[in-house]
């Protein structure tokens, strides 16, 4: 919509009056909502930001005065239901959404209230706010936390844990039991016999820590 002046209408305490008498919520001097390749050459910083845990493209526009998100990652749940009008610098007035969405930047952090477009040039404009960090200042730990925050939700998912038999109920043996079980059978009794006679050439030594281990396992006569 191009603002003229056969509309009747006027700025007035960033309201828009009508010719009707109603008046409408607008954002002036919003940069980047022109064209691209002017905003291009503005050179703004872009960094990357988080709308509620998706990672997202943020410009800092200082040329702007409110905060715009792409209606694509605004839920419906987060609209208020009021509407907006923009204002862009070609003097074209654009109707936005408004909504309230939690934003996390190296410019801007919190719950934050924002106009929804759907063509706007950048994921996020943060622009100048109560509490927004200059261009030249934009905190980089915000992320590091939120990055650091993420990796250990995903060790946390991927931790899965340890299964452990119920030994009463699937009949298990705890070691004595296993022994005993060893000693008693006769096929062990006889392997143990076998490898006992190939031993008669070992050192006195090497003989005897055998001995044990077997005997240990599996027969008590040796003991």
Same mark, same amino acid.
């Given at each position: 919509?191009?603002?003229?002046d056969?509309?009747?209408?006027?700025?007035k305490?960033e309201?828009?009056?009508l010719?009707s008498?109603k008046?409408?919520?607008?954002?002036m001097n919003?940069?980047?909502? @022109?064209?691209? !390749?002017?905003?291009?050459?503005?050179r703004l &910083?872009? #960094?990357?930001?988080?709308?509620?845990?998706?990672?997202?493209?943020?410009? $800092?526009?200082?040329?702007?005065?409110?905060? =715009?998100?792409?209606?694509?990652?605004?839920?419906a @749940?987060?609209? +208020?239901?009021e509407?907006?009008?923009?204002?862009r610098?070609d *003097?074209t007035?654009l109707?936005?959404?408004?909504?309230?969405?939690?934003? $996390? +930047?190296?410019?801007?952090?919190?719950?934050?209230?924002?106009?929804?477009? &759907?063509?706007?040039?950048c994921?996020?404009?943060?622009? *100048? =706010?109560d509490?927004?960090r @200059? &261009?030249?200042?934009?905190?980089m730990?915000?992320?590091?936390?939120a990055? +650091?925050?993420?990796?250990?939700?995903?060790?946390?998912?991927? +931790?899965?844990? #340890?299964?452990?038999?119920?030994?009463? $109920?699937?009949g298990?043996?705890? $070691?004595?039991?296993?022994?005993?079980?060893?000693? !008693?059978?006769p096929?062990?009794r !006889?392997?143990?016999?076998?490898?006992l006679?190939?031993?008669?050439?070992? &050192?006195?030594a090497?003989?005897?820590?055998?001995?044990?281990?077997?005997?240990?396992?599996?027969?008590?006569?040796? @003991?």
């Amino acid at each position: 919509m191009k603002v003229t002046d056969n509309l009747q209408s006027e700025v007035k305490d960033e309201m828009l009056q009508l010719a009707s008498g109603k008046s409408v919520p607008l954002m002036m001097n919003c940069a980047a909502l @022109s064209d691209p !390749e002017k905003t291009k050459s503005l050179r703004l &910083p872009i #960094l990357r930001g988080e709308i509620g845990g998706r990672e997202v493209d943020v410009m $800092r526009d200082t040329g702007c005065e409110g905060v =715009v998100v792409r209606r694509k990652l605004v839920d419906a @749940s987060q609209l +208020t239901g009021e509407c907006c009008l923009l204002l862009r610098i070609d *003097n074209t007035a654009l109707l936005a959404e408004n909504a309230v969405i939690n934003l $996390r +930047t190296p410019f801007l952090s919190g719950e934050v209230k924002a106009l929804c477009i &759907p063509d706007a040039i950048c994921d996020v404009i943060v622009g *100048n =706010v109560d509490g927004v960090r @200059s &261009p030249e200042d934009p905190d980089m730990s915000v992320m590091v936390v939120a990055a +650091t925050t993420r990796a250990q939700a995903k060790r946390d998912a991927g +931790t899965k844990p #340890l299964r452990v038999p119920d030994l009463e $109920r699937h009949g298990g043996v705890d $070691r004595e039991q296993l022994i005993k079980l060893q000693q !008693e059978d006769p096929r062990i009794r !006889e392997l143990t016999y076998s490898h006992l006679s190939h031993l008669s050439a070992l &050192p006195d030594a090497v003989l005897a820590v055998a001995i044990d281990d077997l005997t240990f396992c599996c027969h008590p006569a040796l @003991s």
